[in-house]
């Protein structure tokens, strides 16, 4: 089975910027595209931003603007650049290998807290 391993997550003071990564250990079969969600406690895990094969993005709201997701086809891994961070923007942020017919596969987490 491919594993995702994410990484870059810390503490960072409001405005600062962080990049995460997600590193897929192998190619990942019927993959259709790869996202990053994250989840505050005591809430749900949520929509940050997706990418597809083709190179569409989507972001939610909160982010648009301050964050950007790519993807190394090449090196199997996709970053989360996120810029103007807010505490607000404090969670566990999940990779997601997003695929068509068949189970998904997420990364562990990596924390990111925004705190001065």
């Known amino acids: 089975q491919v594993q995702l391993v994410e990484s870059g997550g810390g503490l960072v003071q409001p405005g600062g910027s962080l990049r995460l990564s997600c590193i897929a250990s192998?190619?990942?079969?019927?993959?259709?595209?790869m996202g990053w969600y994250r989840q505050a406690p005591g809430k749900e895990r949520d929509l940050v931003a997706t990418?597809?094969?083709?190179?569409?993005?989507n972001y939610a709201d909160s982010v648009k603007g301050r964050f950007t997701i790519s993807a190394d086809n090449a090196k199997n891994t996709v970053y989360l650049q996120m810029r103007s961070l807010k505490p607000a923007d404090t969670a566990v942020y999940y990779c997601?290998?997003?695929?068509?017919?068949?189970?998904?596969?997420w990364g562990q987490g990596t924390q990111v807290t925004v705190s001065s």
């Open positions: 990418i597809t094969l083709g190179g569409s993005t």
């Open positions: 192998g190619s990942i079969p019927r993959i259709s595209a």
């Open positions: 997601r290998a997003i695929r068509n017919g068949a189970r998904d596969y």
